[in-house]
């Protein structure tokens, strides 16, 4: 089975947070990205146990089809931009609106996670690894060349040169 994947951050609205009696929202980590390649029975039942699943009885795992192959790279890749809110229906059902994430928490997003850089939550499986190792390797690139001759081997100032 091959796979690129990311991580995600989905902020909660109306849903508190509390660990040693901090209290605060809901930013929920998941993982999202597509498989492409052979995969058995065992393999998709392996993958499904390797996730648990989230509020409201949600499943682990999602799986649909791809048609759109732009689509579903930009949908994994996309950046964070709403918020949610998580509610019970009248019939015992969940759901959940989004709505824009304000800029305060656009900020605490970015107070949490700002010692990590994008490339460091995102990750191929099988064929999938080469293919962002060369992903990688083509921003470097262009990052370096955009720097006035920086070396994309040596250049500690380049965002992407702390992928390994």
């Known amino acids: 089975m091959n796979a690129i994947l990311s991580v995600e951050f989905a902020y909660y609205h109306n849903v508190d947070y509390v660990d040693d009696g901090i209290k605060g929202r809901l930013f929920a980590p998941h993982v999202q990205g597509f498989l492409w390649g052979h995969s058995t029975r065992a393999d998709r039942s392996e993958l499904a146990a390797s996730f648990v699943g989230g509020m409201g009885g949600s499943h682990g795992v999602h799986r649909k089809a791809i048609y759109d192959p732009y689509g579903a790279v ?47 939550m995102v990750f191929g499986v099988g064929d999938g690894e080469p293919i962002l190792d060369a992903v990688w390797a083509d921003l470097q690139k262009l990052w370096c060349q955009r720097a006035r001759g920086w070396d994309a081997d040596t250049s500690p100032f380049s965002p992407l040169n702390i992928r390994d």
Do not use: I
């Open 74 to 120: 930009s949908y994994t890749f996309k950046a964070p931009m709403y918020g949610y809110s998580f509610y019970r229906r009248r019939d015992g059902s969940y759901a959940h609106r989004a709505k824009a994430l304000p800029l305060s928490r656009h900020y605490v997003l970015w107070e949490q996670l700002h010692n990590f850089s994008w490339p460091q």
